[in-house]
């Protein structure tokens, strides 16, 4: 009986990891491929398919680490929406271009680590495309740049600490596991890339998909009790953010049905583990007089640990800019308590509701964050002037370039720890002391 049973969840996770029935979703929503008939090699004529699997990864520890060199070289090209509704050699017949809804389009932004700007491809549903696009931009680095801060500095700084701190746990877990397991992106064809810009990344599990569920999932758990809505509000919100996210990694072709599903059950069960210590890792972070040390320990060995499972790839300076933001802001939970910074509300006053929309909150709160990201840019600017100038004397690089230094990975991974601990400190402490000097808090 059990062996049937293994037999058959094999055979089930096969069939789901199956590039297939991406493809077929694709063609449903009304993405449209323009493949050549044959994938062929430049100069060999043998065919390439792209097949899921192993892929060997660039071996260099100095091999370029996606901040656009390689692009550079690439012969530029606008990617997005064209708005060409003529036929190509290559392409589908004209009677599949004749519909006035059907737009090409190209990949939004180049492969990070290869420069690759995509194949081109066809839109016969625009609806679904800006719906699935905004969806996994909610599991893109720029929405968690605007999101932590808004929420620390104008709903609720001790969700947004706790929330910083399962992400940056659960990013580092799931980076840390597709460096482990090492599957390729769904094949393409029969797959559209129809996003190329973590192409080059093992893909199993969805870190997006993980993500895109940790933050709605833990954001309910954590606001459901001390803010007044209904249980049924905050779970339906949370499910349709999952569930978008999710479903936008297969739109894209990035993922597998078995990888989501994956991404999606292994952030259940990190949250399962997390969430009921959440609350004492907090006072540990503001309590005890050797969490400054807890902390930097922690954070940098696991990095340490994350960095040494692979050869180089894109995931590693997203895993570090991840640890680095959460250390700063677990040392800024320390010094906000230690000074008597904290933001929290007392006891007393929950569970908390929504202030009526006025013209004056919704301007002081747009004040403040304009005010605190401006804040943000200037010290990562700042940071970045003198970190990698510093951390390529160190190595005994050139400094005249940094976009060349940068492909360094001795260079670009404690660069993006130092200066997004930096930046992760000045989020919690910094601008809020800033803005009570001001008088905006």
């Known amino acids: 009986m059990a062996t049937d049973f293994v ?30 008939d044959k994938a062929t090699k430049p100069d060999s004529g043998r065919s390439e398919p792209d097949y899921p699997g192993l892929r060997k ?104 600490r706790r929330l910083i701190v399962v992400w940056a746990w659960n990013l580092f877990v799931g980076q840390s596991t597709k460096d482990m397991i090492r599957w390729s992106r769904p094949a393409s064809p029969p797959v559209v890339k129809v996003e190329v810009f973590y192409n080059s990344e093992y893909s199993m599990p969805s870190t997006h998909a993980m993500t895109g569920t940790a933050i709605p999932f833990c954001l309910f758990m954590l606001t459901y009790g001390r803010w007044e809505y209904s249980f049924l509000f905050g779970l339906s919100v949370a499910l349709s953010w999952s569930i978008l996210v999710c479903v936008s990694r297969v739109y894209m072709g990035m993922h597998s049905i078995l990888e989501v599903i994956t991404g999606f059950l292994y952030t259940l069960l990190i949250l399962a583990f997390f969430y ?32 040494s499972l692979d050869s180089w790839s894109t995931s590693r300076g997203d895993t570090a800019q991840a640890l680095g933001t959460g250390a700063g802001a677990a040392l800024a939970t320390h010094a906000n308590y230690q000074l008597g910074l904290l933001l929290d509300p007392p006891l007393s006053s929950l569970p908390l509701t929504l202030p009526s929309l006025s013209v004056s909150m919704v301007a002081l709160s747009l004040l403040r964050f304009f005010i605190g990201v401006a804040v943000i840019l200037v010290t990562r600017m700042v940071m970045k002037a003198v970190t990698i100038p510093f951390l390529c004397r160190l190595f005994g690089l050139p400094t005249d370039d940094v976009r060349q230094a940068r492909q360094h990975m001795k260079v670009e991974l404690p660069y993006r720890y130092i200066v997004y601990s930096v930046v992760g400190f000045s989020c919690v402490s910094v601008v809020p002391l800033i803005f009570k000097i001001l008088n905006l808090a």
């Open 7 to 36: 037999k058959t969840f094999v055979r089930v996770c096969k069939n789901l990891q199956d590039p297939c029935h991406v493809a077929r979703f694709q063609q449903l929503c009304g993405v449209q491929g323009t493949f050549p």
């Open 57 to 160: 990864r660039v071996q260099s520890s100095d091999a370029s680490v996606g901040n656009g060199a390689a692009g550079d070289a690439t012969s530029a090209q606008v990617n997005g929406m064209q708005g060409d509704n003529t036929s190509r050699p290559d392409g589908p017949s004209e009677a599949a271009n004749a519909d006035p809804d059907t737009t090409r389009a190209k990949p939004l932004r180049r492969n990070s680590l290869t420069g690759d700007v995509g194949q081109e491809f066809l839109i016969h549903n625009k609806l679904l495309f800006y719906l699935f696009t905004f969806g996994t931009e909610l599991g893109n680095e720029m929405f968690f740049i605007i999101f932590f801060p808004y929420l620390f500095w104008n709903i609720d700084a001790l969700v947004s």
């Open 276 to 307: 009921p210590i959440l609350d004492k890792i907090d006072n540990f972070y503001m309590m005890d007089r050797f969490a400054p040390l807890v902390i930097i320990m922690s954070h940098v060995s696991l990095g340490l640990v994350a960095f």
